[in-house]
T-cell receptor, first 114, second 113 residues
Framework: SQTIHQWPATLVQPVGSPLSLECTVE??????LYWYRQAAGRGLQLLFY??????ISSEVPQNLSASRPQDRQFILSSKKLLLSDSGFYLC?????????????FGEGSWLTVV | AQSVSQHNHHVILSEAASLELGCNYS??????LFWYVQYPGQHLQLLLK??????LVKGIKGFEAEFIKSKFSFNLRKPSVQWSDTAEYFC???????????FGKGTRLHILP
């Protein structure tokens, strides 16, 4: 069965410091990969998605970037964190099948920028 | 561009009451529709999904949703809620066979024992 791992689970970083959140998927090949941010009252905001190695689509221009160096690895980064980057970040994966495109989520990472 | 609107941000019900959470989407073509649930302290789980066929979809834990194409709606229902249904519920839409999945802002459901 497929599993998704995301780390670290919690992170406290000072303003201006870099960020790296990592996500890996096991048990499947060539998944679509996603980064979402969840904020209270704002639902899940799609930040980036990727349909293959090195292919990144950005949905919201901001202080973050994403990379996909390997088929089942997706990384969310920032060179200099802002206070507004605080939030709950979710990695997710999906496979496009005859039934469509169902997305499955990791357990998330809490980022607090201080 | 796709968008998803959930009308109720916070719903409070007593146990055994009936539930209906509204969801509307903006895209006029073929869509795949989802409801996800996030119980307190847990990660997001798929509750049910619609891809094609019978517009009345049954999911886990007694939930169902009805796709009404003419109304661009996919409302979630449960005839009799339980205290354990306290959670946040998210509606989501995927445009045809596109890769993006867009979520609504969520509805917090609080069930009084």
């Amino acid at each position: 069965s497929q599993t998704i791992h995301q780390w670290p689970a919690t992170l406290v970083q000072p303003v201006g410091s870099p960020l790296s959140l990592e996500c890996t998927v096991e048990g499947t090949s060539n998944p679509n990969l996603y980064w979402y941010r969840q904020a209270a009252g704002r639902g899940l905001q799609l930040l980036f998605y990727s349909v293959g190695i090195g292919q990144i689509s950005s949905e919201v221009p901001q202080n973050l970037s994403a990379s996909r160096p390997q088929d089942r690895q997706f990384i969310l980064s920032s060179k200099k964190l802002l206070l507004s980057d605080s939030g709950f970040y979710l990695c997710a994966w999906s496979i496009l099948t005859g039934d469509g495109n169902t997305i499955y989520f990791g357990e998330g990472s809490w980022l607090t920028v201080v | 561009a796709q968008s998803v609107s959930q009308h109720n941000h916070h719903v409070i019900l007593s146990e055994a009451a009936s539930l209906e959470l509204g969801c509307n989407y903006s895209y006029g073509g073929t869509v795949n529709l989802f409801w996800y649930v996030q119980y307190p302290g847990q990660h997001l789980q798929l509750l049910l999904k619609y891809f094609s066929g019978d517009p009345l979809v049954k999911g886990i834990k007694g939930f169902e949703a009805e796709f009404i194409k003419s109304k661009f709606s996919f409302n979630l229902r449960k005839p009799s809620v339980q205290w354990s249904d306290t959670a946040e519920y998210f509606c989501a839409v995927n445009e045809g066979r596109d890769d993006k999945i867009i979520f609504g802002k969520g509805t917090r459901l609080h069930i009084l024992p």
